[in-house]
């Protein structure tokens, strides 16, 4: 027997190819368990590391490192890179939940057909780790019944035994959390997935028992497929004979000697990486469709099995092989040669570094298996495109892939869980950072975990990116959002779509617009449902501003302060140095006791009062009043324009041509202009104030939106409401969205920096304004960031790419994003460009075509 086992060994048929397939018992949160091996299965949170600075990179390098070397060291793992579709249509049902406003269905619906177009892929990486081999287990169920061995009792495992390897796999888990993979027990309804993927079907999964398992026929239901071996692929049938899809499994035969990281050394999260141009037939294209958009993903999938060897085994090892190697270093020089050749003296002087790392760091060995696994449900042509990518890419790295010739049965079972290694003559010993430097797990990832769909990752990986700019306060967090940039890159259309997302969610949403372009995302909210106003200086808004009306809510004690200085901030210097406070307060307090106050009528009790200065105050203000900038805070009105509320929706009050002073100037040396200016910014920053801090409204989530903040901070009055609306935030559920070129003024801006949940960064060019860039996005301030601030916004042609950007979410991660429209129609909406005004409106067919900011 022995000598037919050797006999099969040497032809490739013997051994552990020969074995059976495992046959599945149960599924548990955390635990996949068949008549072979029981096994944990963790989930692995993705690192975002394109964007990570050098010494942080070394840094978590060295945490995966020690994770390997003492947690997992003596034991077998199963690593598995996988990638799904993105359900668009559950995005639908998530639409539900998160918006409440307007005609949410429909802007849901606009965001998945957009998704459906992309067709962005989703990664998912799951880790296994043996926990104990179950032949006798088997045996005993045998023993126990024909009906317990079929399956036909409530669990083909026994209930200790299934707590004994949950309880295993839980203490693994609890040293695995801390490791840089963050691992969790994966989902029982995850591992189903993972096993039933595999078989191609449409039959939906089985839903686990009251105790969170799988078992009896729901397992083998899993499985019930059928897989034809080829000679360099298989056959996926599916339950009517047909074939479903093509899969070729391809092992990594060779590696350089040394490989960099960033580079040739990423070789699995260079996965995402690996794209190519599929063959379109005799379709016709669109002569105007972009040549990229034929360059799609291969997304192909990793099954690495490994074991760490524990350190004191890998030091025997490496230095049995340095030993031989000394020896063949004596014995040539004993011989008339004299030579050893070259190659046998470095190996002995690797082999003794080796030993020294070993002894120093945590560094020992690995022995790995990778296989890449490429599919395709379009055709076996299509399949060997595919190959033909992912070999090609990872030769220009180096690395040697090829399919597996006549051993396509026996990779694939190598690559389910609870199987083993079937074919261990194309394996790899290597020191343990020659896998975790493979950076798995690295990537993009940046945005929240809920929330409203904004855009997508552009970095390695692939994904959308989330973005709620409202669950600030709910999570307890900072409140404030910041759209830093150069002119026309897309900062200020990204604010106005997360003014959107937040009307949606039932927000109210104030935005004091001091260029005048923000009036496209009135006319999009009133195309989608929301309701929306839009205030403009001038005087068909005549006393839309009113202090008397905006501060209704907080009684007339706001009022009776605010507006005998607002009204004194209007009237003219000299009037203000003869003391004309004390008549504008005096008026101020007898409209108030007539009752229905309003400031138009105080400078009509001035001018009638038979004090001259009163008079002659009420004169100045009221021709005061008759202005742009006059009218809206103090001008009688005219019933053309409702007035602000604090309602739900989106209210723009639109303030082109403010002049305001600067600190340094005193009040003396304002003009007429410059005080309307500063009058009717007054009149917004105390409303603003006090509807942040309404008790009745606590619970109603609102937004306060300033574009072109350096018009604000460039005041006293300007920044300390910034840095106040900034800090309370959190307190009185106010979210602070900030749309500035000045990245330098935020800097100095304590308040609001400290008080930054999310920044997002757009194009600049000037040495200083990035590097402020820099320091607001958490990264090096060096060359290398200049440089990719100064690229971000430029296509491969030095064309403008509206809407990238870099940004930084809540957990300090940053990644580069592209910020999408889903449609025509609405980017047309928003447009702050100044043909503005001839693209809004309308409420023509939505389209679906490829849209960037």
């Known amino acids: 027997m022995r000598l037919l086992q050797k006999i099969g060994t040497f032809l490739g048929t013997g051994g552990d190819r020969s074995a059976p397939a495992p046959q599945y018992l149960a599924l548990a949160d955390g635990l996949v368990i068949a008549d072979t091996y029981a096994e944990a299965w963790y989930t692995l949170a993705s690192s975002n590391t394109d964007l990570m600075s050098e010494a942080a990179r070394d840094l978590e390098l060295d945490a995966a490192n020690a994770a390997l070397t003492r947690t997992l060291a003596g034991r077998d793992c199963h690593l598995r890179v996988l990638w799904s579709p ?23 619906a606009l965001r998945v057909s957009r998704l459906d177009q992309m067709g962005l892929p989703s990664r998912h990486l799951l880790l296994g780790v043996r926990l104990a081999e179950r032949t006798g287990q088997s045996q005993k169920v045998g023993r126990a019944g024909v009906s317990e061995a079929l399956g036909l009792t409530a669990s083909s495992i026994g209930t200790r035994e299934l707590a004994r390897l949950d309880a295993e796999m839980r203490r693994l888990g609890r040293r695995l959390e801390s490791s840089p993979w963050k691992a969790r027990p994966a989902a029982v309804e995850t591992l189903a997935w993972m096993l039933a993927r595999e078989q191609h079907r449409t039959a939906p999964l089985p839903a686990p ?62 996965l995402a990486e690996v794209n190519y141009v599929p063959d379109v037939g005799g379709q016709e294209l669109d002569p105007g469709l972009d040549p990229a958009a034929l360059i799609v993903p291969v997304s192909p999938e990793a099954s690495v099995r490994f074991r760490v060897m524990p350190k004191r085994s890998a030091i025997r090892l490496v230095d049995e092989a340095r030993r031989v190697a000394k020896e063949q270093r004596r014995s040539a020089a004993q011989q008339s040669a004299e030579d050893a050749g070259r190659a046998i003296e470095e190996t002995e002087e690797d082999m003794s570094e080796l030993t020294r790392d070993m002894q120093r760091k945590d560094v020992t060995l ?63 010993v290597r020191d343990v950072t020659a896998l975790s430097g493979s950076w798995w797990w690295g990537g993009a990832m940046v945005g929240d975990d809920t929330g409203p769909i904004v855009g997508y990752l552009t970095g390695s990986t692939s994904g959308v990116f989330r973005n709620d700019v409202t669950a600030g306060s709910d999570r307890g967090d900072a409140t404030t959002t910041a759209y830093v940039g150069r002119s026309g890159r897309g900062k200020t259309t990204a604010m106005m779509a997360s003014m959107l997302d937040a009307g949606f969610r039932g927000a109210y949403c104030l935005a004091l617009d001091f260029k005048g372009d923000l009036g496209g995302v009135v006319t999009a909210a009133h195309r989608y449902g929301l309701e929306a106003q839009l205030i403009q200086t001038g005087a068909q808004f005549a006393g839309a501003c009113d202090l008397f009306t905006l501060l209704t ?16 901030i209007a009237a003219p210097e000299h009037l203000r140095e003869r003391g004309a406070e004390t008549p504008i307060t005096r008026a101020v307090n007898e409209v108030i006791k007539q009752g229905n106050p309003a400031t138009w009528k105080v400078i009509e009790y001035l001018r009638q009062m038979p004090d001259p200065l009163a008079r002659e105050t009420g004169d100045a203000l009221h021709e ?76 109603l989530r609102k937004v306060v939106c300033v574009p072109e903040v350096h018009v604000l901070t460039a005041t006293r009055e300007g920044s300390n409401f910034l840095q106040y609306i900034a800090r309370v935030g959190r307190a009185l559920a ?60 430029i296509l491969p042609n030095g064309e403008i790419r509206h809407g990238h950007s870099i940004i930084r979410d809540r957990r300090f991660a940053c990644a580069t994003v592209q910020w999408d429209i889903p449609s025509l129609e609405l980017l047309a909406l928003l447009d702050t460009s100044p043909k503005a005004a001839q693209n809004q409106g309308g409420g023509g067919a939505v389209t679906t075509e490829k849209v960037d900011v």
């Open 734 to 793: 106010t979210s602070l969205l900030l749309d500035s070129q000045d990245p330098e003024s935020l800097l100095k801006l304590i308040g609001v920096l400290e008080q930054l949940t999310t920044v997002v960064g757009f194009q600049l060019t000037t040495r200083d304004q990035q590097d402020a860039l820099a320091e607001l996005l958490g990264l090096p301030v060096d060359g290398h960031t200049r440089a990719l601030i100064q690229s971000i916004g």
């Open 553 to 568: 809510a907080e009684g007339v004690d706001a009022a009776r302060g605010e507006v005998p200085a607002q009204l004194s």
């Open 209 to 270: 028992n009251t105790t969170r398992a799988i078992t009896g026929a729901k397992v083998a239901a899993l499985t019930r497929g059928r897989v034809l071996p080829y000679g360099d692929h298989l056959r996926v049938l599916d339950a009517h004979g047909e074939t479903a899809a093509w899969v070729s499994l391809l092992t990594m035969t060779g590696f350089p000697e040394v490989m960099q990281s960033p580079g040739a050394g990423e070789w699995l999260r260079s």
């Open 366 to 428: 690995v022995e790995d298996h990778p296989r890449i696994v490429v599919t395709s449900t379009a055709s076996l042509d299509d399949l060997r495109s595919r190959v033909d990518a992912v070999i090609t890419h990872y030769g220009e790295l180096g690395i040697e892939v090829t399919p597996g010739e006549d051993e396509q049965r026996e990779l694939w079972l190598e690559s389910q869980p609870c199987d083993r290694i079937r074919v261990p003559d194309v394996g790899h």
């Open 86 to 108: 993105l359900h668009a249509a559950d995005y639908t049902a998530e639409a539900a939940e998160l918006f409440a406003a307007g005609a949410w269905d429909e802007w849901a």
């Open 624 to 699: 005061l009043s008759q202005t742009a900038l006059g009218a809206p805070f103090m001008g009688r009105p005219t019933g053309d324009a409702p007035p602000l509320a604090p309602r739900p929706g989106i209210w723009v009050v639109q303030m082109p041509g403010l002049s305001l002073p600067g600190m340094e100037s005193t009040r003396k040396e304002w003009n007429p202009l410059q005080r309307l200016s500063v009058a009717l910014m007054h009149s917004m920053l105390a409303y603003g104030i006090t509807t942040a801090g309404r008790r009745d409204l606590r619970g």
